[in-house]
């Protein structure tokens, strides 16, 4: 294993933006992790766990501490039989690689969640969801390396915490685990998810096949959400999370929403949420559109008008600085304006808790 010294961090970055990581080291498998884990201990160092690099914002003054990126490789089928097949997918696989072999398989489940940039890895981490399908309906364990204890582990799905957008590695535990692969159960026979609307209007009563699927989901994010290999100049998906709120807050939301926009907006947000078991969900890019913030710009930052919750790096040489200004002064607005604290998505690396107190969110 080698570690390396001063490596600017922008180029492993969706992003493409950021300062560089005092160490950096690439790591295949836990002898790797274990030496990488040495390392920082005897150098009392910090560790950051690199994927593909599509959820984060380095701060302009890099990270000093160790970075570990991933990049172990692998598919393999462990089991299979005339409706379903076990899979094992490596964390430094390609996701959208991945789905496409599945699709091309015809193995049924993760067709909705295709062109979602970055590792595989990640997917657990956040429990990514998209077109009414989520990872932890799919996923059966994940296979990681346990940092305290330094073993190997195979945690159950109900072990992973899975909610909305989260996971034991994002909130609890985060920081813990290294996830080395993710096992999943797809189908052979076909499984349609095409209740949402982007999907309904596509296929008006046809029934598509799973290639089909795949295609449509592509179109429709490409319209909406700059795949970052495409957008050459960056950006990190969705920066703002949608909300869900329960029935109180959102008869509170709609109060506002009354007094600070009238009831036309009032009606036009009711018929864009969608109420599931007492949660109403808000689409956050509806609320930046009403607050009048999407064609703002910050340096070389700016929000992507097509689906606001993205942030993009719109000169190509924009600075984090730019892109948390933009963020806080969107949280800062719906929070003024509508009472609501927005979530931000991306991991932020490098930045003081200083930095960091007007979004609401601590590191
Ligand atoms: P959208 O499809 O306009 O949906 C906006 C909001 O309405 C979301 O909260 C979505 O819930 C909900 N919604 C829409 N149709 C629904 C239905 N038929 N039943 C139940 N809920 C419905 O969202 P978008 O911003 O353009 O994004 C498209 C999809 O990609 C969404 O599913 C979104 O969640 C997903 N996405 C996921 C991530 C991530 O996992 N990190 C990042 C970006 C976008 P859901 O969020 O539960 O789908």
């Known amino acids: 294993m080698n570690i390396s010294n001063n490596i600017l961090l922008a180029p492993y970055t969706t992003f493409k933006i950021g300062g560089p990581a005092k160490f950096f080291s690439e790591v295949k498998d836990q002898f790797d992790a274990l030496s990488a884990y040495d390392f920082a201990r005897k150098e009392s160092l910090p560790v950051f766990v690199l994927g593909g690099g599509s959820n984060l914002l380095v701060s302009d003054k890099g990270f000093i501490g160790l970075v570990v990126k991933i990049v172990n490789r692998g598919i393999e089928v462990l089991s299979e039989n005339n409706d379903e097949v076990k899979v094992r997918v490596a964390s430094g696989e390609n996701w959208d690689e991945f789905v496409n072999f599945c699709v091309k398989n015809n193995w049924w489940g993760l067709e909705n969640l295709s062109h979602i940039p970055g590792s595989s890895g990640a997917i657990a981490v956040q429990n990514v969801g998209a077109y009414g399908q989520e990872s932890k309906n799919l996923i059966e364990s994940v296979t990681v390396f346990d940092t305290q204890t330094r073993q190997i582990l195979s945690l159950k799905n109900s072990e992973c915490g899975f909610s909305y957008r989260s996971s034991i590695f994002n909130t609890t535990l985060k920081g813990r685990y290294i996830i080395f692969d993710i096992v999943f159960v797809l189908s052979k026979q076909p499984k349609r998810i095409l209740n949402y609307r982007d999907l309904q209007e596509k296929f008006s009563g046809k029934i598509p096949d799973i290639e089909e699927i795949r295609k449509a989901v592509i179109e429709i994010r490409n319209k909406k959400f700059p795949f970052p290999t495409e957008a050459k100049k960056g950006n990190a998906g969705s920066f703002f999370k949608n909300l869900q709120l329960a029935e109180n807050e959102f008869l509170k939301l709609c109060e506002r929403v009354e007094t600070e926009f009238g009831l036309e907006t009032l009606q036009k947000l009711k018929t864009k949420v969608f109420a599931e078991e007492e949660v109403y969900k ?66 932020l690396l490098g930045f003081s808790k200083e930095e960091l107190i007007d979004l609401g969110r601590m590191i």
């Open 282 to 347: 808000i689409p956050t890019a509806f609320l930046l559109e009403i607050c009048g913030m999407k064609s703002m710009e910050i340096g070389g930052a700016a929000i992507n008008q097509n689906q606001p919750l993205v942030i993009i790096n719109k000169t190509g040489d924009a600075t984090a600085s730019d892109v948390l200004e933009l963020a806080k002064t969107v949280v800062q607005t719906l929070r003024n304006r509508l009472g609501l604290n927005v979530q931000i998505e991306p991991e």
